[in-house]
């Protein structure tokens, strides 16, 4: 029993120590609720003031977000308007721009066109004179080109009838030398007519010799001033003189000698005629004339008295020809003026040739100069649109323009009697925004 009572002891002792033990643990379980209570309590007193302060902050998130929208939709509102007023300004600026342009433009259009009208007028006369001189010139070629055998046809004719003329008069005409003298003269003053040589301007009648000095000049064998039937001009300003002499008595005598004999005799005194007729040529001096070729053309106006000497003495051309002296009939004249006439043409035709060379280097200097003052026009109006881009800029659309600077300086206190326009100011501060 005893030592159940001190087993007994000895387990309650035991259970008594866990009991202080387990009292200690619950003091401290207790004390760490009582801690934890507290921490608790002021948990929940912080989650309080964090619950107050969110509701402030939701609020006034709430509010913040209204005004936002408020704000971002009245943003809105004034950049479309701006945007509006901008694209308004811009079209009112390009407007007005363009009207000022377009009136500079026609005043200057105008002012190049009256220049150009100066310049182009002259121009598109030379242009027509010179395609009418080319023009005239060409169908007077092919005229007379196409006439050239007709005209040849007409002087045969002519020398037909002429011939037989004058095959006609020597048989009227007798002794009178001047009467003889005088047809011969109109023969030949007839065929010049009928050549197409201009009196007075490539042939001249009875026409009075000038020296160097302007003096008549007179013949050595006669004293005489020297005037001969008929002075013909070549192109190189040199004249050819020709003289008619005519011999028709013993040509006359021979045609109608009813024997051999007694015609040869006529003949030769035809023939010795003639020659006196030569000398007497030769020794007037004409071929000395300053301004003559080295022979003279002795016209002899009957082509059968001229064929008949001929056939008579077959020296007789050379004899004339040593004393710079060349036998002509009616045929041979007009052969030999048509040669002169062909002269004459081409001349002419050269003439106009250099006139239309001139002309034509005349219309290239004034298309240069036409070509030279178009690119002057085209330098000035590529000038004056970057000028007026320029003072555009400097104006309203470039850094720091002249509207930016003036509304500062107004917005800094100045006083101005005026203002500017509102277009102006707000197109200018667009353009600042967007650059």
Not at 311 to 328: T, V
Not at 345 to 357: D, F, H, M, P, V
Request: with cysteine; hydrophobic share 35%.
């Amino acid at each position: 029993l005893k030592q159940t009572i001190q087993a007994d002891a000895l387990e309650l002792s035991s259970l008594n120590n866990q009991v202080s033990t387990a009292n200690a643990d619950l003091r401290a379980v207790n004390q760490i609720i009582v801690d934890k209570n507290a921490s608790l309590d002021a948990a929940k007193e912080e989650l309080k003031i964090v619950k107050s302060d969110y509701a402030i902050s939701s609020q006034q998130l709430a509010t913040a977000k209204a005004n936002n929208e408020a704000l971002t939709e009245k943003l809105q509102t004034q950049k479309d308007e701006m945007e509006a007023m901008g694209k308004k300004f811009n079209t009112e600026f390009e407007n007005i721009a363009n009207k000022i342009l377009d009136t500079k433009s026609e005043k200057f259009t105008e002012l190049n066109k009256t220049n150009l009208t100066s310049i182009l007028e002259p121009l598109g006369k030379n242009i027509t004179e010179f395609k009418t001189k080319v023009e005239e010139v060409y169908d007077k070629e092919s005229k007379e080109r196409f006439s050239l055998g007709e005209k040849v046809k007409e002087l045969a004719q002519l020398n037909k009838v002429i011939s037989e003329e004058a095959h006609n008069l020597t048989r009227a005409l007798k002794s009178e030398s001047k009467t003889q003298g005088g047809w011969g003269e109109m023969i030949l003053e007839n065929i010049l007519e009928r050549s197409g040589l201009v009196k007075d301007r490539e042939y001249f009648i009875e026409h009075q010799l000038l020296d160097e000095n302007g003096i008549p000049m007179k013949s050595d064998s006669e004293d005489k001033k020297m005037r001969p039937d008929a002075v013909i001009k070549y192109p190189d300003n040199r004249n050819v003189i020709i003289d008619s002499k005519v011999s028709l008595n013993a040509f006359t005598r021979c045609i109608a000698a009813l024997d051999e004999e007694s015609r040869v005799s006529e003949l030769s005194e035809h023939i010795s005629c003639i020659k006196k007729h030569i000398i007497s040529l030769s020794a007037k001096g004409y071929d000395d004339y300053n301004k003559s070729l080295d022979f003279v053309m002795m016209f002899i106006p009957s082509e059968p008295a001229y064929i008949a000497a001929l056939q008579g003495d077959s020296d007789l051309w050379n004899f004339a020809y040593d004393r710079r002296i060349l036998l002509l009939s009616p045929t041979n004249l007009i052969t030999s003026l048509k040669l002169i006439v062909d002269l004459w043409k081409r001349e002419y035709q050269n003439q106009n040739a250099l006139e239309i060379a001139e002309r034509g280097a005349k219309l290239y200097d004034k298309f240069v100069g036409f070509i030279s003052n178009l690119e002057g026009v085209g330098d000035h109006l590529e000038k004056a649109q970057g000028k007026y881009t320029e003072a555009y800029k400097q104006l309203s659309t470039g850094s720091d323009n002249l509207v930016t600077q003036a509304t500062k300086l107004k917005n800094l206190g100045l006083k101005t009697k005026k203002d500017l326009p509102n277009e102006i100011v707000n197109a200018a501060i667009i353009n600042e925004l967007n650059g």
